[in-house]
């Protein structure tokens, strides 16, 4: 999954369904949910996207988005925030509010 900042972010969730995982090296959780959104990312391809961001490498987009605790997902559809997410949640949670925003 591709790690973006606080230049690219705004291109990359302008079109379709992008989840953007905000997490931190340091977090044991984000750990975990990494391999769960690689998985996803490959069976939704053409569907939905998935990038991540580094809360201590862009923490001006941390602050943007209000996230207190990681990791957060925050789904967007055509640059808008639709859903966020919190916490290390199963694949199919996850895969259910994609699919929700389809």
Do not use: H, Y
């Not at 069976?43 to 207190?68: C, H, P, T, Y």
């Not at 990791?71 to 509010?97: C, N, R």
């Amino acid at each position: 999954m591709k790690i973006v900042g606080s230049n690219e972010l705004k291109s990359e969730i302008e079109k379709g369904i992008t989840v953007v995982d905000f997490f931190a090296t340091w977090c044991g959780p984000c750990k975990m949910l990494a391999p769960v959104l690689e998985g996803l990312s490959g069976e939704m391809e053409g569907k939905a996207r998935f990038i991540k961001v580094d809360i201590d490498q862009s923490l001006e987009l941390a602050n943007e988005f209000q996230i207190s605790s990681v990791p957060t997902m925050i789904i967007f559809k055509d640059g808008q925030k639709v859903e966020q997410l919190v916490g290390f949640l199963p694949k199919e949670k996850i895969q259910q509010a994609v699919e929700a925003n389809l």
